[in-house]
């Protein structure tokens, strides 16, 4: 997996078995370290920023046929606690009206 305290730049590709770590952590991911995936048919996470133990800041790409639009998300994320709760910030969506 690869291992990252924070990405940077433009929402560009599929995130694919991204670790986020909190910043200055060194060594491999111990459980709880969450482990973002869209690398699937359909996935559109772009980036992943930590922001706390309990708090991501999540982008998705555009949709493929209309890249003015961000109205869904698709991933996946593993290596969690049992019972561990965490909050995603769904940073760039298009409709600001829509609930999820």
């Keep these: 997996a690869v291992v990252s305290t924070q990405s940077t730049g433009e929402v560009v590709g599929n995130v694919s078995k991204l670790c986020v770590v909190p910043p200055g952590y060194r060594g491999p991911p111990r459980k709880g370290h969450l482990i973002f995936d869209a690398s699937f048919e359909n ?3 772009g980036r992943v ?4 133990e309990i708090e991501y800041d999540v982008f998705i790409r555009p949709d493929t046929c209309n890249p003015r639009f961000r109205v869904w998300f698709y991933f996946t994320v593993e290596n969690v606690k049992t019972d561990q709760r965490v909050i995603f910030n769904i940073v760039n969506f298009s409709k600001t009206k829509s609930l999820y």
């Design 43 to 45: 996935g559109n996470l």
């Design 49 to 52: 920023d930590y922001i706390t």
